[in-house]
């Protein structure tokens, strides 16, 4: 399987991001899916869920601004981002939810302050 996320760039607090992050090789349909996030000198975290029924589940640090969906039709898994804060600043990667896929380069979040 290969994961391609994408959408990532620089914003300034307080402003939006959408993310995707396409599957190739295999349906994601009826996996429980996640994102990640890794800043700099820290290690991976997990900060959201999606299960094959659609139930959500967040870390606290980003409840309430970040959003995940999924598009099984298209493969795409998505993760809406809002109020953006300088912390948020990470490389973002998708995979399963137990992280069982190899990872692909994920995409660079910058926030501003």
């Known amino acids: 399987v290969q994961l391609q996320a994408s959408g990532g760039g620089l914003v300034q607090a307080g402003g939006s991001l959408r993310l995707s992050c396409a599957a190739s090789g295999l349906g994601i349909g009826t996996y429980d899916m996640a994102w990640y996030r890794q800043a700099p000198g820290k290690q991976r975290q997990q900060v959201a869920t999606?299960?094959?029924?659609?139930?959500?589940n967040y870390a606290d640090s980003v409840k309430g601004r970040f959003t995940i969906s999924r598009d099984n039709a298209r493969n795409t898994v998505y993760l809406g981002m809002n109020v953006l804060k300088p912390e948020d600043t990470a490389v973002y990667y998708c995979?399963?939810?137990?992280?069982?896929?190899?990872w692909g380069q994920g995409t660079l979040v910058t926030v501003s302050s």
């Open positions: 995979n399963t939810r137990f992280s069982i896929w190899r």
């Open positions: 999606i299960g094959v029924g659609g139930n959500r």
